[in-house]
């Protein structure tokens, strides 16, 4: 039998200590096929803080969670081993010692042959987690959902910051660029070409307003077409979803996706070869009703839910 998350019926759901899924906590990716892992950084954020408790709230809110998906009949515990490997020790004082620290731990991970689930955290995070999924795998393709492209040059004359990983991994050549799609970018911006910079390389943007009120399960066909069974990473900023539903975040965006959307974008990666995903961007400061991590720790499930060897029941 492998790791099944604590029922509500062997201890309340309100009761013991909050690990995602109520999984065990371990300390080793060895025998893990999979693995929730926290990276508590948000010293990459420009405007509102608070990423760094994503990980514990997200955590906390995830008590509710069952361990079948019943609208997929996805039953992830019953072929995967899976466990919660706990935070990543950041260091909270400096960002370029921060990376690497990352990289590292995710390194092991993937030395392991485990595939991480982080639970953010900024979006700075996506740099050094996909540094170390390219060195295994090369670069990947990547499903990105955000309001944001993350693509700047710098923010501030800083290289490193939640608004530029994607600029840096296309430098890096840690992406796949023709296979790589952004879905809900929107908002004011500061030229009018600024999301032309991410289709110069080849990716393929999907702004939010083009598919309000749209399903996106056509969109998501088209997407497991194009990019096959090339290694996939699946990047997910929260605020892509529109703040009515999303808005303890730091940089919320009006006009965003629906949170149906943002099941069918993830449901649609399944048949994926999905090697590393994240769920980044709640701040728990800003989300006093904690429905943002309630969303946040759900969609980690949903994620866990469409992994290579999932079964569906
Ligand atoms: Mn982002
Ligand atoms: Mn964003």
Redesign the pocket.
Known sequence: MKNQPLSGNAMPRFGGIASMMRLPVVHSARGLDAAFIGVPLDIGTSHRPGARFGPRQIRAESCLLRPYNMATGAAPFDTLQVADLGDVPINTYSLDKSLPIITEFYEEVLANDCTPLTMGG??TI?LPILRAIAAKYGPVAMV?V???A?VNDDMFGERIA??T?FRRAVEENLLSCHKVFQIGLRGTGYASDDFDWPRAQGFTVIPAHEVWYQSLAPTMARIRESIGQTPCYL?F?I??IDPAYAGGTG?PEIGGLSVPQALEIIRGCFGLNIVGCDL??VSPPYDLSGNTALLGANLLFEMLCVLPGVVRR
Request: hydrophobic residues 15%; glycine residues 12%; charged residues 35%.
């Open positions: 900024d979006h996506a990105h955000d309001a944001h993350d939640h608004g990983p990047s900023d605020d892509g940089t980044v961007e």
